[in-house]
């Protein structure tokens, strides 16, 4: 049987290909042929994703979609991880999750209409539809806080958004200042910043 991986991370500081060695050791576990690794840092909130099409696009009925965690494969909205799931379906494709049990008896149920067959297949739709809904909750809970501290910061007069401090550049441009030889333009060349930045620095030191 041959297994498609997945592999997704939410931003490019993150590593998508993180979980790519124990999806190899549990293909082989299994005995999946991998026919093909798609690696993405994309959210997981968005329908549209070139490697996830890629995957769909490539893989064929009877073939395993295999990802390390649910919330891997989806963040969605119902109604978009509804669609999602009605693709899979429609491509004939047995959904895997590494760290969910229940999910690799698909890997050895025949789908002959057997009752005993067809009752784990609904039971094991409900645990997955129940992660996703899960991991759309986790991602909301996640934007509210950022939010929450954002308005937070904001209340206190500090300020959002923004470059963050280059601590370094900050102690070299505040040394210069304090050695009162240079001109403020000097200053800004040799620190290799903006005169601007100087002047923002040199009003921070009287403060």
């Keep these: 049987m041959k297994a498609h991986l997945y592999l997704r991370a939410s931003t490019s500081d993150q590593d998508a290909e993180r979980a790519k060695q124990s999806l190899l050791d549990f293909a082989q576990g299994k005995s999946l042929q991998v026919a093909g690794i798609y690696s993405e840092n994309i959210s ?7 490697e996830l099409s890629r995957l769909l696009a490539s893989a064929s009925a009877g073939d395993v979609l295999l990802v390390e965690s649910v919330d891997r494969l989806s963040r969605l909205t119902m109604a978009e991880w509804d669609s999602l799931k009605s693709t899979i379906k429609s491509k004939g494709l047995r959904l895997v999750v590494a760290d969910m049990p229940t999910t690799h008896e698909m890997l050895t149920l ?31 809970k996640r934007v509210e806080r950022i939010k929450q501290g954002l308005d937070n910061k904001r209340a206190r007069g500090e300020k959002v ?26 200053i800004a060349k040799l620190a290799d910043v903006g005169i601007a930045t100087v002047y923002r620095i040199k009003k921070e030191l009287t403060l």
């Excluded at 997981?44 to 070139?50: Q, W, Y």
């Excluded at 129940?130 to 759309?136: D, I, N």
């Design 161 to 186: 958004g923004g470059k963050g401090r280059n601590q370094k550049k900050w102690d070299q441009v505040a040394d210069l200042l304090k050695r009162n030889g240079n001109t403020m333009e000097e």
């Design 44 to 50: 997981g909130t968005k329908l549209e994703r070139p």
């Design 110 to 140: 025949k789908d002959d209409g057997d009752i005993g067959t067809r009752i784990m297949q609904v039971i094991n739709e409900m645990l997955v539809d129940l992660m996703a809904t899960m991991a759309r909750l986790d991602q909301e």
